[in-house]
């Protein structure tokens, strides 16, 4: 095993999240590492099918953003992580962790896996996605949906 320099977490908010966090700050305290938290909000415009248009001034992405700041920012003091940033990213979740893994030079990501088989997997996952993409090493975290 490396001896990991940055981890990169990848942070969806869910009640699981908290299992991945925990081994997060496992690998951080081993390795003295630098911590990074990562969320990403999906671009809302590429959800939306539908035949109205919505109104430009929504600026929905930009306020999800923005509230995932506040929690990115509760949690490092909650887990007073003083060693520890945070980023929020706009746009697809499995290319914009694996981007900012590489910006920060990140030798780790550590991310949540449900566990998906089947159709479920073929349709993409987050993690199945950033473990194919990324040029640094991964570990995905079993955490079981609710």
């Known amino acids: 095993m490396s001896n990991y320099q940055h981890i990169l977490v990848a942070a969806d908010f869910s009640k699981e999240f908290d299992s991945v966090m925990a081994k997060a700050m496992e690998l951080q305290k081993l390795y003295k590492a630098r911590l990074t938290l990562i969320h990403v909000v999906e671009y809302t415009g590429a959800m939306y099918t539908g035949e109205i248009p919505l109104p430009e001034d ?29 980023q929020v990213e706009i746009g697809t979740p499995k ?38 993409q990324a040029t640094c090493d991964v570990l995905a975290i079993r955490v079981e949906s609710s």
Do not use: C, P, W, Y
Not at 102 to 121: F, N, W, Y
């Open 58 to 86: 929504l600026d929905l992405d930009q306020r999800l953003a923005k509230q995932a700041e506040t929690k990115l920012q509760a949690m490092i003091e909650q887990h007073n992580l003083t060693n520890a940033g945070f």
């Open 95 to 132: 290319r914009e962790i694996v981007r900012v893994a590489e910006e920060l030079k990140a030798d780790l990501i550590v991310l949540g896996s449900h566990g998906r088989h089947g159709l479920q997997l073929l349709l993409g996952s987050t993690a199945n996605g950033v473990l194919h």
